[in-house]
């Protein structure tokens, strides 16, 4: 049984709204009333059909605001080497 995304990523919208960063979501041809993401076959596929247009954008506000894409500025990073 597919998880219901939808949920998640309006928290997820709430969330990151709530510590003071702009968020959008993007909705499903069936939901939609603003920019829409095309409908994917599988389940499977559905979560890279969502954040690739996302982490390209990314990138490219990154670059325009001249800094480097997935640098850890607020937080530091959570994982150690052996």
């Known amino acids: 049984m ?3 995304i939808e949920p998640l990523n309006h928290r997820l919208a709430a969330d990151l709204s709530s510590f003071g960063a702009n968020a959008i979501t993007l909705a499903l041809p069936a939901h939609a009333s603003g920019p829409q993401l095309p409908k994917v076959r599988s389940d499977e ?22 800094i480097e894409p997935g640098a850890f500025r607020q937080i530091a990073k959570v994982t150690t080497t052996l």
């Open 2 to 4: 597919p998880v219901e």
């Open 45 to 66: 596929a559905r979560p890279l059909g969502e954040i690739l247009p996302f982490q390209l954008l990314s990138v490219l506000l990154a670059q325009r605001k001249g």
